[in-house]
């Protein structure tokens, strides 16, 4: 089983809908949890990241952490074409006076129709 | 500022050459770290460096090396290259490491390598 799993889609929606993008994880270890958006051609870049379980918006991104069913979703309302990207989860365990290495899902390939 | 820059963005080898990625971090970031992106296993660490020294490595064979340089410039070689290396090596940096919270890491436009 991998360490975390994430469909990869693609997932296409009309503008405005509310998109629901979702990872599961294996290692109970993970303290971290991050998302990161990656347009076509380009790297990745941090949208958010959250350490408890519960929910932290940030402008139309929500992104939502239950540890207890091992399980991060991040919500984009109102979603617009410059959405469209691919969306990676990323989790790290606790740092322990080092690096602790991220371990991204596949990524969701998300379009947004106009 | 200046984001992470990578060299050069496109190359095509043949198997059995090696490559050599280069990465220049941001300037004041001292951990560099390099990925692997494929469509069929997503984005899978190499490893990482911190003040020159490799601090964390991924599940990668011997072929895959890297060095950091005292300006935090790093660099990465694969030897002996396989049609399976083809991918998208992306480098990142940031002040402190990969897995510290709100130590936010930066990456860079990759390097997409081609093996024939």
């Known amino acids: 089983q991998k360490e975390v799993e994430q469909d990869p889609g693609p997932l296409s929606v009309p503008e405005g809908a509310i998109v629901s993008l979702n990872c599961t994880y294996s290692?109970?270890?993970?303290?971290?949890f991050m998302w990161y958006r990656q347009y076509s051609r380009k790297g990745p870049e941090l949208l958010m990241y959250?350490?408890?379980?519960g929910n932290k918006e940030d402008g139309r991104f929500t992104a939502q952490v239950d540890k207890s069913s091992k399980y991060i979703s991040l919500f984009i309302r109102d979603s617009q074409p410059s959405d469209s990207a691919t969306y990676l989860c990323?989790?790290?365990?606790?740092?322990?006076?080092?690096?602790?290495?991220?371990?991204f899902g596949k990524g969701t390939k998300l379009t947004v129709n106009p | 500022k200046a984001g992470v820059t990578q060299t050069p963005r496109y190359l095509i080898k043949t198997r059995g050459q090696q490559v050599t990625l280069s990465c220049s971090p941001i300037?004041?970031?001292?951990?560099v770290s390099w990925y692997q992106q494929t469509p069929g296993q997503g984005l899978q660490f190499l490893f990482e460096?911190?003040?020159?020294?490799?601090?964390n490595k991924g599940n990668f064979p011997g072929r895959f090396s890297g060095r950091q340089f005292s300006n935090s410039r790093s660099e990465m070689n694969v030897s002996t290259l396989e049609l399976g290396d083809s991918a998208l090596y992306l480098c990142?940096?940031?002040?402190?490491?990969?897995?510290?919270?709100?130590?936010?890491?930066?990456f860079g436009e990759g390097s997409w390598l081609t093996v024939v």
């Open positions: 300037s004041g970031h001292r951990s």
């Open positions: 959250t350490y408890s379980s």
């Open positions: 990323a989790m790290s365990a606790r740092p322990q006076g080092g690096s602790e290495k991220l371990v």
């Open positions: 460096y911190f003040s020159e020294t490799q601090r």
């Open positions: 290692n109970s270890a993970f303290q971290y």
């Open positions: 990142a940096s940031s002040r402190q490491g990969q897995g510290n919270p709100g130590n936010t890491i930066y």
